[in-house]
């Protein structure tokens, strides 16, 4: 059985082990790294595979070429369709359980720091 995290084909993202370190890479390049539906499914599965993880110390988050992320996809999210009303609680509640269980103390005991690397800075507006 091989490893799921990097052995995934991943379409959106890239995925590299670095000693006890893991890199993500946001990898769409075509639309300067913006966010779309396919790529945030991919980074929140990656998200929970490391999370399971007693091997990986650090999480480095960059984007492909040279830039970080344009931010949302503004075509993409105009061609989406909506969620129908009972999976948008299911997930929102869920990202309620997962935040109140972190505050409780209720996680995995161990954090793993994550890092985001941005070429040229983050500017603020």
């Not at 946001?26 to 790294?33: I, K, M, Q, S, T």
């Not at 970080?68 to 369709?81: C, E, K, M, V």
Request: a positive charge; charged letters at 30%.
């Amino acid at each position: 059985m091989g490893d799921k995290l990097f052995d995934t084909d991943w379409r959106t993202i890239r995925v590299q082990r670095r000693e006890a370190m893991v890199e993500v890479a946001l990898a769409r390049p075509g639309a300067r790294n913006a966010l779309n539906g396919e790529l945030m499914e991919e980074l929140t599965e990656a998200a929970a595979l490391l999370r399971l993880r007693t091997d990986v110390r650090a999480v480095i988050l960059t984007g492909a070429d040279s830039y970080f992320s344009a931010g949302a996809d503004l075509s993409a999210s105009q061609a989406r369709t909506a969620l129908p009303l009972i999976e948008s609680r299911r997930a929102v509640m869920a990202a309620r359980e997962r935040i109140a269980d972190r505050r409780r103390g209720l996680h995995c005991g161990r954090c793993t720091p994550a890092v985001a690397v941005a070429p040229g800075g983050l500017r603020r507006r």
